[in-house]
């Protein structure tokens, strides 16, 4: 706001001195219409592409209070830095003269949403949040926020409007209601939901085994891995599969489709089940993936694994999933591209033989990998109403997207002030493919110029720094994380985790990512007793049978009606 | 006392008191309109639409509010009776020591997990309890399999109650304590000049002593009877626990401020605030005709 009417000011400065050079003394340009409007449209095209620089300086310092998430357990910051004075707000402040001030921090997860759900309650809102398309249903409901429209259109970079345009209008979508845009959404790769097997390699070549394609493979490799003391400790202390912790999710579901680390969404893609997502039932109609036959087959084996011990005893009760990854206790898990970022870098300080492997397994009884994908936008970001500058958070993103390569990611780039990830939707899988040819010699950096992918460059360069001869062979031990952990963490990711999805595989959407209008009363109810039934049939302490009563009161406590309000919103 | 001067002074003491309470207590309190909105944060409770009864006839329409109920209830009573009689016996063990000196370090020492707060507890009881625990370690010394004490519904209501009482029942101790000091000593000679054993004197001197005190502190524990503790269930349970140990508190605390249901949330907690008030208004009818102890 400022700034228009800081070049208004100019405009009027201009008028004014025009207006006094043409008549002499005539100390009033308004008045003086005919040679006052001239020089004001002359003088408005440059005085508004300075006002509309995606990366333009403010002249003064603003400040921008924001609500942080902050990873409790990360010891990155070097000593005198917090979360709210780190590199990356003083890099915002001195380029953009951005003061950012944390006005509370919780830890990520859900402390985090719980403090967002309460300043939203309470109507406390510092000027900008990170949140989630519940929450920000609710705060556009409210009309707690600011309208974005203009502001995207004049100051968004063409990188990030690119990056909008490659959703297919879908994370536009999800931000704009009655045709007002309430939200930068972040524009997520789509990797960030496809959940891969990770496996140790190195206790596979110790037992003789191979990467497990089918069930049965799966089931003997995890047999293998709790009962042959993989670790050669001497002790009985492996796990199988590890499973989520306490509050976290068995699968991911429509809701909140991405990154559901340690879950176990592959063994139920294995069935073609795709518990808590929206499918087309065969006469076309929405039908909920939890209530499907396929998810019972799925939850029947699962019960069978974990009754042979199998699974981690204490799925679903641990505190942290993390915890036997890291202290390599298990040979197995579940999650996304980039783990190279965490648990692995503990998990290999523990050993540095842990071998950790990234597979699209397990096949289902085709011979298939079924994937259930995520939205492409499940971050955004708001802004108060009444905020003065809203365009300061376009900025900010801007700059993000354009020196976020730049950085020194060995302080995580999360603090960076309302950071979301925003990129092109396959940005891991190309980057993996990018470095697999500039490391094999078939291509040269130079082939790969799009600034789009923005960290690709550096990645390029980098590359050789953590990864020994011979660059086909991605065993730790070809591999050298000391040299920089930061930079190990993403190459690993890339050329371990995101390798695996050049190949094709079935990727199942769901028909809707957003709440209907039943689901904002009904839903939490019905979610509850999906997550405790179908825990309690894993874990044996209900019967198998107990899904089929699961289902007919799903049905009855509003799941019925749920599946009529999906089907008029997909039409 | 009588002395209107010399009283003038408790009521200025009593003004900051006062004026906490208006504040935190009674200000809030209009925040129970929201039980009868669909509220909405942005408008505040003046400007939400009022629904009526909607939110209250939903809440009986869930499965759910029957069980909260329930586990509330059962955790709650079982928590007072627990913590009514092994403080009482703990005390009247400990008037009986002879060493002054280990009487109080006994004391301090039962005292001091109250002063701990549960979120520190819970990690410590999850811990204690977890499948490579000294729990187990110790059953699987006596051949027992290890139990998964933390997926077990069935066992999960005595934990609480059992972690309860272990962190409470020092302090609770003290009461009793205070009480035994004003028992006549001439009562203990006189019983036991007429050949009283020691048990006897327990009983028919201890106890009798106690009386009103016990009488006292159950009928005023009436009023927690919907209380079941929330910061130790929220840091101690999981989904598959919810069948027994999901209470009212945690209960409005998911819905209201993980799901946004404001207003069934409230409509919850007021039903809840309605019973403990009803409660609290009987249970000081009983406590001033059994313990002729009044307030006003």
Same mark, same amino acid.
């Given at each position: 706001?400022?700034?228009?009417?800081?070049?208004?000011?100019?405009?009027?400065?201009?008028?004014?001195?025009?207006?006094?050079?043409?008549?002499?003394?005539?100390?009033?340009?308004?008045?003086?219409?005919?040679?006052?409007?001239?020089?004001?449209?002359?003088?408005?095209?440059?005085?508004?592409?300075?006002?509309?620089?995606?990366?333009?300086?403010?002249?003064?310092?603003?400040?921008?209070?924001?609500?942080? /998430?902050?990873?409790?357990?990360?010891?990155?910051?070097?000593?005198?830095?917090?979360?709210?004075?780190?590199?990356?707000?003083?890099?915002?402040?001195?380029?953009?003269?951005?003061?950012?001030?944390?006005?509370?921090?919780?830890?990520?997860?859900?402390?985090?949403?719980?403090?967002?759900?309460?300043?939203?309650?309470?109507?406390?809102?510092?000027?900008?949040?990170?949140?989630?398309?519940?929450?920000?249903?609710?705060?556009?409901?409210?009309?707690?926020?600011?309208?974005?429209?203009?502001?995207?259109?004049?100051?968004?970079?063409?990188?990030?409007?690119?990056?909008?345009?490659?959703?297919?209008?879908?994370?536009?979508?999800?931000?704009?209601?009655?045709?007002?845009?309430?939200?930068?959404?972040?524009?997520?790769?789509?990797?960030?939901?496809?959940?891969?097997?990770?496996?140790?390699?190195?206790?596979?070549?110790?037992?003789?085994?191979?990467?497990?394609?089918?069930?049965?493979?799966?089931?003997?490799?995890?047999?293998?891995?709790?009962?042959?003391?993989?670790?050669?400790?001497?002790?009985?202390?492996?796990?199988?599969?590890?499973?989520?912790?306490?509050?976290?999710?068995?699968?991911?579901?429509?809701?909140?489709?991405?990154?559901?680390?340690?879950?176990?969404?592959?063994?139920?893609?294995?069935?073609?089940?795709?518990?808590?997502?929206?499918?087309?039932?065969?006469?076309?109609?929405?039908?909920?993936?939890?209530?499907?036959?396929?998810?019972?087959?799925?939850?029947?084996?699962?019960?069978?694994?974990?009754?042979?011990?199998?699974?981690?005893?204490?799925?679903?009760?641990?505190? /942290?999933?993390?915890?036997?990854?890291?202290?390599?206790?298990?040979?197995?898990?579940?999650?996304?591209?980039?783990?190279?970022?965490?648990?692995?870098?503990?998990?290999?300080?523990?050993?540095?033989?842990?071998?950790?492997?990234?597979?699209?397994?397990?096949?289902?009884?085709?011979?298939?990998?079924?994937?259930?994908?995520?939205?492409?936008?499940?971050?955004?970001?708001?802004?108060?109403?009444?905020?003065?500058?809203?365009?300061?958070?376009?900025?900010?993103?801007?700059?993000?997207?354009?020196?976020?390569?730049?950085?020194?990611?060995?302080?995580?780039?999360?603090?960076?002030?309302?950071?979301?990830?925003?990129?092109?939707?396959?940005?891991?899988?190309?980057?993996?493919?990018?470095?697999?040819?500039?490391?094999?010699?078939?291509?040269?950096?130079?082939?790969?110029?799009?600034?789009?992918?923005?960290?690709?460059?550096?990645?390029?360069?980098?590359?050789?720094?953590?990864?020994?001869?011979?660059?086909?062979?991605?065993?730790?031990?070809?591999?050298?994380?000391?040299?920089?952990?930061?930079?190990?963490?993403?190459?690993?990711?890339?050329?371990?985790?995101?390798?695996?999805?050049?190949?094709?595989?079935?990727?199942?959407?769901?028909?809707?990512? /957003?709440?209907?209008?039943?689901?904002?009363?009904?839903?939490?109810?019905?979610?509850?007793?999906?997550?405790?039934?179908?825990?309690?049939?894993?874990?044996?302490?209900?019967?198998?049978?107990?899904?089929?009563?699961?289902?007919?009161?799903?049905?009855?406590?509003?799941?019925?009606?749920?599946?009529?309000?999906?089907?008029?919103?997909?039409? | 006392?009588?002395?209107?001067?010399?009283?003038?002074?408790?009521?200025?003491?009593?003004?900051?008191?006062?004026?906490?309470?208006?504040?935190?207590?009674?200000?809030?309190?209009?925040?129970?309109?929201?039980?009868?909105?669909?509220?909405?944060?942005?408008?505040?409770?003046?400007?939400?639409?009022?629904?009526?009864?909607?939110?209250?006839?939903?809440?009986?329409?869930?499965?759910?509010?029957?069980?909260?109920?329930?586990?509330?209830?059962?955790?709650?009573?079982?928590?007072?009776?627990?913590?009514?009689?092994?403080?009482?016996?703990?005390?009247?063990?400990?008037?009986?020591?002879?060493?002054?000196?280990?009487?109080?370090?006994?004391?301090?020492?039962?005292?001091?997990?109250?002063?701990?707060?549960?979120?520190?507890?819970?990690?410590?009881?999850?811990?204690?309890?977890?499948?490579?625990?000294?729990?187990?370690?110790?059953?699987?010394?006596?051949?027992?399999?290890?139990?998964?004490?933390?997926?077990?519904?069935?066992?999960?209501?005595?934990?609480?109650?059992?972690?309860?009482?272990?962190?409470?029942?020092?302090?609770?101790?003290?009461?009793?304590?205070?009480?035994?000091?004003?028992?006549?000593?001439?009562?203990?000679?006189?019983?036991?000049?007429?050949?009283?054993?020691?048990?006897?004197?327990?009983?028919?001197?201890?106890?009798?002593?106690?009386?009103?005190?016990?009488?006292?502190?159950?009928?005023?524990?009436?009023?927690?009877?919907?209380?079941?503790?929330?910061?130790?269930?929220?840091?101690?349970?999981?989904?598959?626990?919810? /069948?027994?140990?999901?209470?009212?508190?945690?209960?409005?605390?998911?819905?209201?401020?993980?799901?946004?249901?404001?207003?069934?949330?409230?409509?919850?907690?007021?039903?809840?605030?309605?019973?403990?008030?009803?409660?609290?208004?009987?249970?000081?009818?009983?406590?001033?005709?059994?313990?002729?102890?009044?307030?006003?």
């Amino acid at each position: 706001m400022s700034n228009k009417s800081v070049s208004l000011g100019m405009a009027l400065l201009l008028v004014v001195l025009s207006a006094c050079s043409q008549s002499g003394g005539d100390k009033n340009g308004a008045d003086n219409g005919g040679a006052a409007s001239q020089p004001a449209e002359a003088a408005s095209p440059s005085a508004e592409a300075e006002t509309y620089d995606p990366f333009g300086k403010y002249p003064e310092t603003i400040t921008l209070t924001y609500g942080k /998430s902050v990873d409790p357990t990360d010891n990155s910051l070097p000593g005198g830095d917090t979360p709210e004075n780190n590199q990356y707000s003083r890099y915002i402040l001195d380029n953009l003269n951005i003061d950012t001030k944390v006005t509370w921090q919780a830890a990520s997860g859900t402390n985090y949403d719980q403090k967002v759900n309460l300043a939203i309650s309470s109507s406390d809102l510092p000027d900008a949040l990170v949140v989630k398309d519940t929450q920000l249903r609710e705060m556009v409901k409210s009309g707690q926020l600011a309208d974005l429209t203009e502001v995207f259109e004049q100051y968004a970079s063409p990188a990030m409007k690119n990056f909008m345009e490659k959703t297919d209008g879908k994370s536009a979508e999800a931000v704009t209601f009655d045709g007002k845009m309430y939200a930068i959404p972040s524009i997520q790769v789509q990797s960030d939901g496809v959940h891969e097997m990770w496996i140790r390699k190195d206790w596979l070549d110790k037992l003789g085994l191979e990467p497990p394609k089918t069930m049965e493979d799966l089931e003997k490799v995890a047999k293998a891995f709790v009962e042959q003391d993989p670790d050669g400790n001497g002790k009985n202390d492996t796990i199988g599969i590890a499973g989520q912790q306490n509050g976290s999710k068995l699968y991911a579901n429509f809701l909140e489709s991405t990154n559901n680390t340690f879950g176990l969404d592959p063994i139920f893609g294995a069935y073609q089940s795709y518990p808590g997502y929206w499918l087309k039932d065969d006469s076309g109609n929405p039908v909920y993936g939890s209530i499907l036959p396929e998810t019972k087959e799925a939850l029947g084996k699962l019960r069978d694994l974990y009754a042979e011990g199998l699974i981690d005893k204490e799925i679903g009760i641990r505190k /942290s999933a993390y915890e036997p990854v890291v202290s390599g206790q298990a040979g197995i898990f579940f999650a996304p591209w980039w783990m190279g970022y965490g648990p692995l870098p503990d998990a290999i300080k523990n050993d540095p033989n842990a071998n950790w492997q990234a597979y699209l397994l397990p096949l289902d009884a085709e011979g298939q990998f079924n994937a259930h994908m995520g939205a492409p936008s499940t971050l955004f970001v708001v802004v108060r109403k009444g905020y003065e500058h809203p365009e300061a958070v376009v900025k900010m993103l801007n700059m993000l997207v354009r020196d976020e390569s730049k950085f020194d990611i060995s302080v995580p780039i999360g603090y960076y002030p309302l950071r979301v990830p925003m990129s092109y939707t396959d940005e891991s899988e190309y980057s993996a493919k990018a470095l697999k040819e500039v490391l094999a010699g078939t291509k040269k950096p130079e082939d790969f110029a799009d600034p789009g992918y923005k960290l690709l460059a550096a990645d390029i360069q980098n590359v050789t720094k953590v990864k020994k001869q011979p660059y086909d062979d991605m065993d730790i031990d070809n591999w050298d994380p000391q040299a920089d952990m930061g930079t190990w963490s993403r190459i690993y990711s890339l050329l371990v985790g995101s390798s695996p999805l050049e190949q094709d595989y079935n990727k199942v959407y769901s028909l809707l990512y /957003s709440q209907t209008k039943t689901m904002e009363s009904r839903w939490s109810n019905l979610k509850k007793l999906e997550d405790e039934t179908f825990l309690k049939i894993i874990m044996g302490a209900a019967p198998l049978d107990d899904f089929d009563k699961f289902v007919a009161d799903w049905k009855k406590q509003g799941g019925d009606k749920i599946t009529e309000e999906v089907k008029a919103a997909i039409q | 006392m009588r002395n209107r001067s010399f009283t003038k002074h408790y009521y200025v003491m009593l003004l900051p008191g006062l004026v906490w309470l208006a504040l935190i207590s009674i200000v809030p309190m209009f925040g129970i309109a929201i039980a009868f909105e669909d509220f909405n944060p942005g408008r505040g409770f003046f400007r939400s639409e009022w629904i009526g009864w909607d939110n209250f006839e939903y809440m009986f329409d869930l499965n759910d509010t029957v069980q909260i109920f329930g586990n509330t209830v059962f955790i709650a009573v079982m928590k007072i009776i627990a913590n009514l009689v092994v403080p009482l016996v703990f005390a009247i063990m400990l008037n009986e020591l002879r060493f002054t000196s280990m009487k109080r370090w006994i004391q301090t020492i039962v005292y001091l997990p109250h002063f701990l707060s549960w979120v520190i507890l819970s990690g410590i009881l999850l811990d204690i309890f977890s499948y490579t625990g000294p729990v187990n370690e110790l059953l699987s010394i006596f051949g027992a399999e290890p139990i998964l004490f933390f997926a077990r519904a069935d066992l999960f209501p005595y934990i609480v109650v059992g972690s309860d009482v272990w962190k409470e029942f020092g302090f609770n101790t003290i009461i009793y304590l205070a009480a035994l000091t004003g028992i006549n000593p001439s009562l203990y000679e006189a019983a036991s000049i007429d050949g009283a054993s020691r048990l006897r004197r327990i009983w028919h001197v201890t106890l009798p002593g106690l009386r009103t005190t016990i009488v006292l502190l159950a009928v005023l524990s009436l009023g927690n009877v919907l209380n079941a503790g929330f910061d130790q269930i929220f840091n101690l349970y999981n989904p598959l626990l919810y /069948s027994s140990g999901d209470i009212i508190d945690t209960w409005v605390y998911r819905e209201g401020l993980l799901n946004m249901q404001y207003g069934l949330a409230t409509a919850v907690g007021l039903l809840k605030s309605v019973v403990s008030f009803i409660l609290i208004v009987a249970s000081y009818a009983l406590a001033s005709k059994f313990a002729n102890y009044r307030i006003f």
